[in-house]
């Protein structure tokens, strides 16, 4: 399924090389379960969809980005 908010290919042509210059180099030990394209779309979607015109939404995006949980 796809949404508004993802990303074309011509979008992540231009996107994935600087984000293979701007992460850092991880050891491979295992396959990630998304890929980097799959996260930033449900970035998107989340920025997307929170409510914005008050700050409980910012804070929950903070929230869910720093320790993967909602408050």
């Given amino acids: 399924m796809s949404y ?3 990303l074309t ?3 992540w042509e231009i996107i994935e090389p600087i ?3 701007i992460l ?3 050891k491979a030990t295992r396959p990630p379960n ?3 394209r799959e996260i930033l779309n449900g970035r998107f979607y989340q920025l ?3 409510n914005l015109s008050d700050d409980s939404g910012w804070i929950e995006l903070w929230n869910l980005s720093v320790t ?3 408050r």
Wanted: glycine share 4%.
């Fill in 19 to 21: 984000l293979h210059q």
């Fill in 9 to 11: 290919d011509t979008e």
């Fill in 48 to 50: 997307k969809k929170a």
């Fill in 68 to 70: 993967g949980k909602p």
């Fill in 24 to 26: 850092p180099i991880k």
């Fill in 34 to 36: 998304w890929t980097k």
């Fill in 4 to 6: 508004s908010t993802d």
